[in-house]
C-alpha cells in the first residue's frame, strides 16, 4: 500500500510504504520505525514513523531527488528528473474535386451517384465503376478493330457531354471519351471528395540535472510520429479520363517518424 502527504498547494510531499500509521486519523501506511518530520512552507503537517521515502516535485510529471526537509531519505537524483510530453491528433482529410479532362481541361465529371470512399484502400480510395459496353464480348479499345468494345465509365462520376465524343458502339447514351467542346460544365461540384485524414502522436521525454549550482541541464529525446502510422496524400490523379482516380502513391511530406535528440543548459 502507498502512502502520499499532499500539501493544500496539492504537491505531493512524501510517499512511503510499510505498516499501518495515521495521520490526522487517516490510516496510512508506515515506513518501518523511524521517524520524518517534514516541515515544508504551506503544508503544516506533521509525518511521522517513516524512514523511506520518495519526494516528489512540484513540476507534473516530474521526479526529483531529495527536497528540502527530506534529507534522510535515499538520493533519488539519478533517477530523478524525468518529465514526459505527449501530443495526440486526429485528423481529417483535405477536399478535391474530380475533374474530366478535355476542352476546358479545367472541367469537373457528372456526378450520377453517390460518392463512395474506402479509407485504407490506397489503390480504390474513390469507388469508380466501369463496364464493357457489350458484357459479353472481350474487351478491345482499338476503336478501328471491327470487335471494338470498349469500357466507359458508370458511376458515380461519368465524362460530360462534348461535340466530339466517343461511345459505345452499341448504345450512343453511353460516354467513353470527350472529344471537342463539352457542352455544359460537368454536375460534380467542387471539393466534393475528402482524401484520407491521419492520427499522429508526438512524444518527447526530458531527463533534467544540475551542473552547478547556477546552471542546470537539460536532455532531451523528441520523437513526431511516434508510431510511424502512415498520413497518406489524396489520390495522386483525379481525372475520370486517365483511369487511375481514386489511386495514393505517396504519404504526407515530412510524416514519416523523425527522432531529435538535444542538450540544453540554463544559467
Request: proline share 7%; net charge negative; hydrophobic share 35%.
Amino acid at each position: 500500500m502507498l502512502a502520499a502527504l499532499v500539501g493544500e498547494d496539492h504537491d505531493i510531499v512524501a510517499v512511503g510504504v510499510g505498516g499501518e500509521e495515521t495521520i490526522n486519523g487517516v490510516g496510512v501506511e508506515r515506513l518501518l520505525s523511524h521517524d520524518l518530520v517534514e516541515q515544508r512552507a504551506g503544508v503544516g503537517e506533521q509525518l511521522a514513523g517513516f524512514d523511506a521515502h520518495v519526494c516528489i516535485a512540484q513540476d507534473a510529471g516530474i521526479l526529483a531527488g531529495r527536497l528540502r526537509g527530506c534529507e534522510e531519505g535515499p538520493d533519488l537524483t539519478a533517477i530523478g528528473g524525468w518529465q514526459i510530453n505527449a501530443i495526440y491528433a486526429l485528423q481529417g482529410g483535405t477536399p478535391f474535386s474530380i475533374t474530366a479532362s478535355g476542352n476546358p481541361n479545367t472541367a469537373r465529371a457528372d456526378l450520377v451517384g453517390k460518392i463512395r470512399i474506402n479509407p485504407g484502400n490506397i489503390t480504390n480510395y474513390v469507388t469508380e465503376t466501369v463496364a464493357l459496353c457489350n458484357p459479353s464480348l472481350p474487351q478491345q479499345s482499338d476503336k478501328n478493330k471491327p470487335n471494338y468494345n470498349p469500357q466507359y465509365p458508370v458511376g458515380p462520376f461519368v465524362v460530360p457531354a462534348s461535340s466530339g465524343q466517343t461511345v459505345c458502339p452499341n448504345d450512343p447514351t453511353k460516354i467513353v471519351s470527350p472529344g471537342g467542346i463539352y457542352a455544359a460544365p460537368g454536375t460534380a461540384g467542387r471539393d466534393i471528395v475528402r482524401g484520407p485524414g491521419f492520427s499522429n502522436l508526438d512524444f518527447a521525454l526530458f531527463k533534467n540535472f544540475p551542473v552547478t549550482e547556477r546552471v542546470k541541464g537539460q536532455f532531451r529525446v523528441q520523437t513526431y510520429n511516434l508510431t510511424n502510422t502512415p498520413h497518406f496524400s489524396n489520390p495522386f490523379d483525379t481525372n475520370l479520363n486517365d483511369n487511375q482516380i481514386g489511386k495514393i502513391n505517396s504519404v504526407l511530406t515530412n510524416s514519416w517518424r523523425q527522432i531529435e535528440l538535444a542538450l540544453r543548459f540554463t544559467f
